[in-house]
């Protein structure tokens, strides 16, 4: 045999065995900071360190960019934005109640809510880009469904063989039922959310994913096992359309949020006959006190394709 033709079999042979193992990725999940100011800005600093040196594809930040009592103005909005693009790879950003739905509050500034919103949307999301150093084109809702034309923070982005999702849901009940005017907006954003999620699904139908991975803010899980018959919950008609969509495929599911500050790893959602749905993983990141993230592994060579390591930065294990 040639020695060329031997050369070029042993490439075809290593790249067939290699592409059979899969891809892994690695990312970074975090939210729900800095909200003990200004000591905290020193801790969230050390952790975007940590992360740049951690080298992730990419991190999700999951919502709430400082705690509910400190102001929503412009000058924190744009600090905001600084500390997104001093991270090294890609970040993208879903957006938490503590931005806009809580900043009604004296201590909050007593903001207009929906005007903090149409400015975060304004200044943030004011392209196809992700934040960070090292950007990533991501696909927006508006992109690709007109008539959600708005919603520019809803994005999503393919990696290897997976579909990753951010959604605008953020806690405070989903900024449902506080006045008529909040119940307009969440009537509003929850028809182009429930949209979103089943594009997502269609797409991973579509390119023959190995998993689904949403990120989000809310907590909307706090009463086991959810609160899917819950009328005046502002989350009933997401977590039914996740339950809904699941059910009827065995694809890997993992939900990213933050809200309620506690690591937590389950499996969050039953199915109709009150059964646990065993495809569809939650994870719940750290944040307020715990200054801290979570390295997520996503594997298409593995049935189980997600695994987590807390990524614990030891100085900012108690606060000074």
């Known amino acids: 045999m040639p020695h060329r033709l031997a050369n070029f079999i042993a490439l075809s042979l290593l790249f067939l065995a290699l592409a059979a193992q899969g891809e892994s990725i690695r990312f970074v999940a975090l939210g729900d900071m800095p909200y003990s100011l200004p000591k905290d800005f020193v801790r969230y600093e050390r952790l975007i360190k940590a992360i740049n040196a951690d080298q992730p594809a990419f991190s999700i930040f999951v919502g709430d960019t400082k705690s509910g009592d400190t102001p929503c103005s412009d000058e924190y909005m744009e600090k905001t934005t600084r500390y997104f693009n001093s991270f090294n790879a890609p970040l993208i950003y879903s957006i938490g109640d503590n931005e806009w739905t809580d900043c009604h509050r004296t201590l909050a500034g007593s903001y207009d809510p929906i005007e903090r919103l149409d400015r975060i949307r304004k200044t943030q999301f004011v392209d196809q880009n ?163 993230a979570v390295e997520v592994t996503v594997d298409d060579s593995k049935s189980s394709p997600f695994s987590f390591r807390p990524l614990l930065i030891p100085e900012n294990l108690n606060p000074q």
Not at 214 to 240: E, I, K, R
């Open 130 to 292: 992700s934040f960070g150093k090292r950007r990533i084109t991501l696909t927006r809702q508006s992109d690709v469904m007109p008539q959600f034309a708005k919603f520019v923070e809803n994005s999503l982005w393919v990696k290897g063989k997976f579909v990753f999702v951010s959604l605008h849901i953020p806690g405070s009940n989903n900024n449902y039922e506080r006045t008529p005017a909040s119940t307009q907006e969440y009537l509003e954003r929850n028809t182009a959310n429930l949209a979103w999620i089943e594009y997502a699904f269609q797409l991973a139908q579509k390119k023959n994913a190995a998993g689904i991975v949403f990120a989000f803010q809310a907590d909307m899980f706090y009463s086991p096992p959810g609160v899917v018959n819950n009328q005046n919950s502002g989350f009933v008609d997401t977590l039914n359309q996740f339950r809904s969509l699941a059910e009827k495929t065995a694809l890997p599911i993992l939900l990213i949020h933050g809200d309620s500050h506690r690591l937590r790893i389950d499996q969050p959602l039953l199915d109709s006959s009150r059964r646990v749905l065993e495809n569809v993983y939650r994870l719940e990141v750290m944040g307020a006190d715990e200054v801290q």
